[in-house]
């Protein structure tokens, strides 16, 4: 069983990556082949993300400046594990895409509780089912996750993570302006994971998202 941080070092490497895309309303299928670097984000790197002015804007909801954090920036960084990911993807028809980007995740221990504004709390009460986590299961790690760059949407995104130690599973829902997403991965293996997507149509606010956009599946080797 891998714990909260093992989980990270244990994603460092190289892997590759054999994934289906299921676009439900377009009635389409997809196939990719993916190769990404990860490599684990140094403290500098971490201090960066977590004062970035640009998450204070973030779809989460309305803040007033960037996540306050209960310990010292130096301090917190320590217990906030992150990564650096550079990947290229090449889909069957030979559309190829690139991208870099940092990713950071904040347990909610490490947060202050005035950081929780009530638009995000009512917002964590509608979320889609392929994210519902037992609020109730004291092993769950819970927090913020935050990149420097969004898939779906440019610029910063924040969202919300749960991490699950008894099936070595993280999941990850973020929040766009258009949509919402739910990405799950999981080591089955010590060199093999499994990933899923589920991205739906972001609703009217108050609403649980149950319009499915899309559904996806891959296997990751580590190299």
């Not at 993300?49 to 989460?60: K, N, R, T, V, Y």
């Not at 929780?116 to 790690?141: C, F, N, R, W």
């Not at 420097?148 to 610029?155: L, M, T, V």
């Not at 990405?183 to 609703?203: E, L, N, S």
């Amino acid at each position: 069983m891998l714990s909260f941080h093992d989980f990270f070092a244990s994603c460092s490497g190289l892997w590759m990556t054999e994934r289906t895309y299921h676009f439900v309303e377009r009635d389409e299928i997809e196939r990719s082949h993916t190769e990404f670097r990860v490599s684990v984000l140094d403290s500098a790197a971490k201090r960066q993300i977590l004062g970035d002015s640009a998450f204070s804007g973030s779809s989460l909801g309305p803040r007033s400046g960037p996540l306050t954090l209960v310990q010292e920036p130096e301090t917190a960084t320590q217990e906030c594990p992150g990564f650096a990911i550079a990947f290229d993807t090449v889909s069957e028809r030979g559309e190829r895409v690139s991208m870099q980007l940092n990713a950071l995740f904040v347990p909610d221990a490490c947060v202050a509780k005035t950081d929780d504004p009530e638009e995000l709390l009512q917002e964590m009460l509608t979320v889609p089912g392929a994210s519902a986590v037992s609020a109730t299961d004291a092993e769950v790690v819970r927090g913020y996750y935050l990149r420097d760059a969004g898939y779906s949407e440019a610029g910063a995104i924040a969202g919300r993570f749960t991490y699950q130690p008894t099936r070595q599973t993280l999941e990850m829902t973020t929040f766009y302006n258009r949509s919402i997403a739910v990405d799950q991965m999981r080591f089955v293996a010590p060199m093999v994971r499994m990933r899923t997507i589920v991205t739906y149509r972001r609703p009217a606010a108050g609403d649980i998202p149950t319009q499915i956009d899309l559904i996806g599946f891959g296997v990751e080797h580590k190299q």
